[in-house]
Each structure stands twice: as structure tokens, then as C-alpha cells.
């Protein structure tokens, strides 16, 4: 593993999937521009809109982003993370909410299908059924693993409130964790950062957390503050509340120095 630049991008996603992909276009360029060569794009990054437009152009939605991260992958010579887009489910009339790392090539090196899913009913008055639409994924993510970047473990959203998927991570020998979010404004003021700051700690690894921001649509308002967090917690990059890229460097050394320093994860007893 060496040092590199990594990229946390945050997005407006609307229910315009052209509108999103040259958004997205937009600040992967940024990112290369800044020296990234890992790139994250947020939680359903090629649309965000009512579940039943999201369902109805599932097919269309699957095709353009895939085809969008490959090319882009391929054009700056990245390795990018698609946060999230739909995958229809055969005979079920939903989705996956899937989440794909593709290498500089073009090639896919990892997938992952949600499997927590946000049913939640917001003390702000908004509730949330997510399973309506999407079919759970039923295998832990993968770690992905880079002698160039690291190894790198996949997760999406509401998974960062199930601490035991992060440990699965780490003990596969994840150093980055990839965490692309849409969450909620009401719950990421109080939550978003400290639990982020948790995964990185108690596994001491980097967090790489690619995130939607604004009024996406309707009532439908984000919380922002994409960030890259390092192995101790501290927060090296905050993209703040507008569209924008969160950017920082990962280091091996610094890795290597945290775990020596804090070796909690040789001291497990159960």
C-alpha cells in the first residue's frame, strides 16, 4: 500500500438521471484535478426522487450508471466507488440498492447489495420504507484487496448503525471503509459524525464516507458533511453542506502507527 489521495464526493441528486451524471461528472473531475486516484460517489448518486419513479425507470437507471462509472473510471484513470444506484431484482418488482467499485479499466473488483434497509419512522415526521422498493442483500460485504490502495470494504448508509458489519470488515483486513450515505438532515446532526468517527476507531481503519446534501426532492432533505476520517478519529476532510469533494490523504505509516499505538483489535477476548 502507498500513500494516495482519496475523494469523498457530495451531491445533490435530483430525479434527473442526466442532471446527476453531470453533476457527478463535474466534481469527479475536480477530484482528479486535486490528485485523487480513489474516488466515492454518495448514495444513489444517479437518482434520487419518489420510489415510484425510481422503480419505474429501475432498468434505464442500472444501465447509465453503470456504463457512467466505467467510463469515467476509464477516462481519469481511477478507481471509483459507485456509491448506490437501483439493480431490478428478477420477478419481484424491486431492487437492489447496489453499491460497485470499479478499477481504472473499467473493471469491476467488487459489489455489494445493501442489506439493511431504512425503515424508519423520523422523529421529524417523515417516514421511511425502503424495503417498499428494495430487496435486502443477503451476503456480508467484501474487502477488496489493493496492493497499490489498500484493502477496501464496501457498506452503504443506515449500515453504519450496525457496528458488526464494520468488525466482519476488519477482520477480512479492510484499511479503508467505504460508507456512501443519502442521510437523513434530521438524524446526521446528531449522529452522522460520531458514528462515522466510531467505525473508524474501534477498527482503526480509514472512513471514506461520500454523501447527499440539500433538498433532493419534495420533503426529502440531506445532511451533507462528506468526510474521510483516519484510523484515530480525526476528521481530515469535511465537504461541508454544499456539492463538493472531501479530500484527503491515506497513508500507510499512519495506519501502522495507530495500530501500534492502539492495538485493541489484537486485545479482543470474545
Known amino acids: 500500500?502507498?500513500?494516495?489521495?482519496?475523494?469523498?464526493?457530495?451531491?445533490?441528486?435530483?430525479?434527473?438521471?442526466?442532471?446527476?451524471?453531470?453533476?457527478?461528472?463535474?466534481?469527479?473531475?475536480?477530484?482528479?484535478?486535486?490528485?485523487?486516484?480513489?474516488?466515492?460517489?454518495?448514495?444513489?448518486?444517479?437518482?434520487?426522487?419518489?420510489?415510484?419513479?425510481?422503480?419505474a425507470q429501475a432498468e434505464e437507471i442500472y444501465r447509465e450508471s453503470a456504463q457512467f462509472l466505467k467510463k469515467m473510471a476509464q477516462r481519469y484513470q481511477i478507481t471509483i466507488l459507485g456509491g448506490s444506484f437501483p439493480v431490478p431484482v428478477e420477478d419481484t418488482g424491486k431492487v437492489y440498492n447496489t453499491t460497485i467499485l470499479i478499477d481504472p479499466s473499467g473493471e469491476e473488483l467488487a459489489r455489494y447489495y445493501k442489506v439493511h434497509l431504512f425503515d424508519v419512522n423520523v422523529p421529524d415526521g417523515n417516514t421511511y420504507r425502503e424495503?417498499?422498493?428494495?430487496?435486502?442483500?443477503?451476503?456480508?460485504?467484501?474487502?477488496?484487496?489493493?496492493?497499490?490502495?489498500?484493502?477496501?470494504?464496501?457498506?452503504?448508509?443506515?449500515?453504519?448503525?450496525?457496528?458488526?458489519l464494520y468488525r466482519h470488515l476488519s477482520d477480512k483486513g479492510a484499511d479503508v471503509m467505504f460508507v456512501p450515505a443519502a442521510f437523513t438532515a434530521f438524524t446526521g446532526k446528531d449522529h452522522w459524525q460520531v458514528l462515522l468517527q466510531a467505525r473508524a476507531i474501534e477498527n482503526t481503519a480509514y472512513v471514506i464516507a461520500p454523501a447527499q446534501t440539500g433538498n433532493n426532492y419534495d420533503l426529502r432533505h440531506t445532511h451533507g458533511h462528506a468526510v474521510i476520517i483516519d484510523p484515530w478519529g480525526v476528521i481530515l476532510a469535511d465537504a461541508g453542506e454544499k456539492p463538493g469533494i472531501a479530500i484527503a490523504e491515506i497513508k500507510p505509516s499512519r495506519l501502522e502507527q495507530v495500530r501500534r499505538q492502539m492495538p485493541s483489535l489484537e486485545h479482543r477476548v470474545f
Open 1 to 55: 500500500m502507498k500513500s494516495y489521495l482519496a475523494a469523498a464526493i457530495q451531491m445533490t441528486s435530483v430525479s434527473n438521471v442526466h442532471k446527476n451524471l453531470v453533476q457527478a461528472e463535474e466534481l469527479i473531475d475536480l477530484a482528479v484535478r486535486r490528485g485523487a486516484e480513489l474516488v466515492g460517489l454518495p448514495e444513489n448518486f444517479s437518482f434520487m426522487g419518489e420510489e415510484k419513479d425510481k422503480l
Open 131 to 164: 424495503s417498499s422498493t428494495v430487496v435486502a442483500g443477503k451476503e456480508l460485504p467484501t474487502v477488496h484487496f489493493s496492493e497499490q490502495l489498500g484493502n477496501i470494504g464496501l457498506s452503504v448508509c443506515y449500515d453504519v448503525r450496525f457496528p458488526e
